[in-house]
């Protein structure tokens, strides 16, 4: 696949539709395709293949011991780590109770290769790194949509951000690059993306050691419920605070006649 300009979706004149445009992407996917979607992190660069994923990992100008990372829901995260039933509720509290996106890794399942499609085991070194793997558990309707079809298939999605190594998130397809753009068969295009004031990709912890291997997206929210529920000694973040921040006066009232 891919080789000519991709697919956009909605098409012109359409409103996105959760479910038609996620069952497309999963589609391509099944055809061992490469689709660009949105996240609320900024759009993302998915495949299911090992040559979808040598595609994305090319396009992105990865180096040599770069991993890419399984874009999943809860339950996959559960499958593939191994992690006592407390580090579980973590993640759970933060993807299925409060919908925040959040990036986990933590050791993988000693039969992480019984586990996995067996057509993506060559992939399997791109994925791990020291025995352990990473996994976003992307939230919002389209990414759990998404998600769904791939589990009710048996479907792995491997994945990282739309964009150049070391070049930044893209929270606007137009601002993706057109190597990106090339290698990917069908782009999913939602506009504006949720989070895009941070500029950041989203917050990843490390549930085997309790700490924080990158502040991202949402991390002043993240970071602070960490601290609260779960006792986690973690950093500020250097440019955004939940303190000092005026609590009257924050929304802005705009006259009848504005």
């Known amino acids: 696949m ?57 396009a992105k100008q990865r180096r ?26 973590i993640t759970r509290t933060f993807s299925e109770d409060m919908g925040m996106t959040i990036a986990v ?3 993988m399942k000693a039969d992480i290769e019984n586990l996995l499609p067996q057509h993506l ?10 025995g352990t793997l990473g996994i976003a558990i992307c939230e919002g309707p389209f ?3 998404l998600g769904r079809l791939n589990e009710e298939a048996g479907q792995i999605m491997i ?21 990106v753009l090339q290698a990917a068969d069908l782009v999913v295009d939602y506009g504006r993306q949720k989070w ?23 991390y002043e929210v993240i970071g602070e419920k960490l601290t609260d529920w779960f006792g986690w000694s973690v950093p500020e973040d250097p440019d955004f605070s939940t303190k000092g921040r005026k609590q009257v006066g924050v929304s802005i009232k705009l006259s009848p006649d504005t």
């Open 196 to 218: 895009h004031l941070y500029g950041r990709a989203g917050t990843t912890i490390d549930l085997d050691s309790e700490r924080v291997l990158r502040i991202g997206a949402n």
């Open 143 to 145: 990414q759990r949509e």
């Open 2 to 58: 891919a080789g000519s300009a991709p697919q956009i979706i909605p098409l012109p004149g359409e409103f996105p539709d959760v479910k038609r445009d996620a069952a497309k992407a999963f589609q391509i996917l099944k055809a061992g395709g490469v689709v660009i979607t949105p996240t609320d992190v900024g759009y993302g660069m998915m495949a299911a293949s090992v040559e979808a994923i040598e595609r994305a990992f090319e």
């Open 105 to 107: 890794v933590a050791k």
């Open 159 to 179: 994945g990282s951000s739309a964009n150049l190594t070391g070049q930044g998130q893209k929270f606007q397809v137009q601002d993706i690059e057109p190597e």
């Open 64 to 89: 040599a011991g770069h991993s890419l990372g399984i874009i999943g829901t809860y339950d996959l995260h559960v499958k593939l780590h191994d992690l006592p039933p407390e580090k579980y509720r």
């Open 121 to 130: 085991l060559p992939s399997l070194d791109k994925m791990t790194k020291n």
